[in-house]
């Protein structure tokens, strides 16, 4: 089982750790091999982190080690680090460790002696570290919730303009285990190094500068210690390859037919906004998705069959600025698999959204369909849907929604937790760490104990490119076809949330790495859909 999947609290941290510790792991041994799996981690880093790549190799070749500050908490996070500052010192590397505090905890208090004794020097002012190449900041670990004040503050102030790289241990001192939030100030990480198991910090968007670029030291916590605080399926997880692929509707039966691989009716743009319907059709052509209709105004049928020739589109009554007025007579709602709409509609299209919501239909909401149904109401209107709606919201679209959960904004996991509970729908709150949470209720898979809880999913990776308008629309087509296909295969719907974003996310950064992060609109995005199918098989 890989741990990478694993999210944890401060306090579950805290739980599987005592276990640990209970079942007769040393604290004093655990200290030891997790700094030397930093230690080791930090060598090979410090190799391609230099302020230049040539003056890096030059410093190797000839034996001149860069220096290295090491930041000295006063409880065990600053043990590690006194154990990757005796490391790096026998390693040859010069080391100032610079320890503010005059009270350690014991194990720590032990490792500074040792290191005073190995001759490594000890300053408590920042003016030493200037001539440092790289830092290690052990000042604070997982669990901080105190806001950080002066003089610790300022101090940290003071290194982060010193503009040296700083490896951080575990998470940047500063930064709250749970919600990311910056208690008062913290420490800019270039590189984290979270020991153990992943922090919710690190899938939280107002963290991410602060954390830099990050990856997991694994130091092997028993499978069965992360269970008995986690249960055997966690209620939140990251997203990882595995779970991505598990529901695409690959590979398929060699007697499938065009109907077996589901039919999607798009509801969507105007005369406007043209562009949103094409981006949400060429989404939806990627998923593979057996029959794609688009409902659009009338006026502009012309140039979606032009863009998706294999497509049905269906011109609809439109309002004088050329909007949908409403959807026409002939169209069955209950005919399609699943439907998705909102992408460039205007609030104009409001009869035709409402239709929409009282059919039956599976139903994937976005953009402007999220905007009227914020006027209709959205918990008592979500509420009493019997089929799945998938809403992906962002930021200020998730406001509108749920006014009531305006005091969780700075937490979006327990957001996004909350919005699902409240509404019953699988809400996909977009940003730069995608979380997605559904109510699972299927006491037949998962056990009574579980029949009502909420999952949620958070994608790790993801790139500033998708940071541009019509993405949304692409990855609205994308899951809307998803979903249809999953509906005709009788598949669990749900998850193909989870599909959906890891395989947008991904598309992005193929994308980026080949056109960089300023060479992707919206429509070469939906050029790199097929392409990373590759990867992700």
């Known amino acids: 089982m890989t741990v990478q999947k694993f999210v944890v609290t401060a306090d579950q941290m805290r739980q599987i750790e005592t276990r640990i510790f209970a079942a007769g792991m040393p604290v004093a041994a655990l200290m030891e091999k997790v700094a030397h799996l930093i230690a080791r981690r930090i ?18 070749v000839n034996s001149q080690f860069p220096a290295i500050g090491v930041l000295v908490g006063p409880g065990h996070n600053g043990g590690d680090a006194l154990v ?21 905890k014991e194990l720590t208090k032990s490792h500074a002696d040792y290191a005073r004794h190995l001759d490594i020097p000890f300053v408590d002012k920042i003016e030493p570290l200037k001539n440092c190449d ?81 990856e997991l030291i694994d130091f092997d916590i028993p499978v069965a210690d992360i269970a008995a605080v986690l249960g055997d399926v966690p209620a939140v997880q990251r997203i990882t390859k595995a779970s991505a692929i598990q529901h695409l509707p690959l590979p398929r039966s060699p007697i499938s037919h065009k109907y077996t691989n589901g039919h999607l009716l798009i509801i969507a743009g105007s005369g406007r906004y043209s562009g949103a319907a094409i ?14 209709s688009i409902a659009v105004p009338q006026s502009i049928k012309p140039m979606l069959s032009s863009h998706l020739p294999e497509a049905l589109v269906i011109g609809c009554p439109e309002t004088p600025s050329g909007g ?51 006027q209709l109401g959205t918990v008592p209107i979500l ?42 729908a699988t809400v996909l709150l977009k940003g730069a760490r995608v979380c997605i949470s559904w109510k699972e209720d299927d006491g037949d898979s998962l056990g009574d104990s579980y029949a009502s809880r909420t999952l949620t999913y958070l994608n790790p990776e993801s790139t500033p490119a998708l940071a541009r308008g019509g993405s949304g629309d692409v990855l609205t087509g994308l899951l809307g076809g998803l ?32 056109r960089t992060e300023l060479g992707v609109d919206a429509f070469t995005l939906t050029q790199y859909l097929i392409p990373t199918l590759r990867e992700l098989q």
């Open 324 to 374: 949908i007025k409403e959807l026409p007579v002939a169209i069955d709602l209950n005919s399609y698999d699943a439907i998705a709409t909102g992408p460039g509609l205007t609030l104009e299209a409001a009869i035709a959204v409402e239709s929409v919501l009282e059919c039956d239909r599976p139903l994937v909401l976005d953009a402007d369909g999220l905007n009227i149904l914020a």
């Open 483 to 514: 979903l249809a296909s999953a509906i005709a295969r009788k598949s669990p719907p749900q998850e193909v949330a989870v599909t959906a974003a890891w395989w947008h996310a991904r598309a992005g950064i193929a994308a980026a790495k080949e």
């Open 134 to 214: 790289f830092l290690v900041d052990g000042l604070f670990g997982f669990g901080l919730e105190r806001e950080i004040t002066n003089p610790t503050a300022a101090a940290i102030d003071e290194i982060n303009n010193l503009n040296i790289p700083i490896f951080s241990i575990d998470i940047p001192s500063g930064i709250h285990t749970d919600t990311g939030a910056v208690l008062g100030t913290a420490i800019r990480a270039k590189h984290t190094l979270c020991l153990g198991l992943w922090k919710r910090a690190f899938l939280q968007d107002q963290a991410l500068e602060y954390i830099g670029n990050s």
């Open 84 to 104: 990757v500052a005796r490391e790096l010192h026998f390693k040859g590397f010069p080391v100032v460790i610079y320890c503010p505090f005059s009270k350690l």
């Open 383 to 424: 509420s009493e849907r019997r089929s799945l709606t998938i809403i992906t919201p962002h930021p200020g679209e998730f406001k509108r929604l749920f006014p009531e959960l305006a005091g969780l904004s700075g937490d979006r996991i327990a957001a996004t937790q909350a919005a699902a509970e409240l509404c019953g």
């Open 43 to 60: 060598q090979v880093l410090l190799k391609s982190e230099g302020r230049s790549q040539r003056e890096e190799e030059e410093k190797f």
């Open 279 to 292: 981006l949400a059709a060429l989404g939806a052509r990627a998923s593979g998705v057996g029959m794609l």
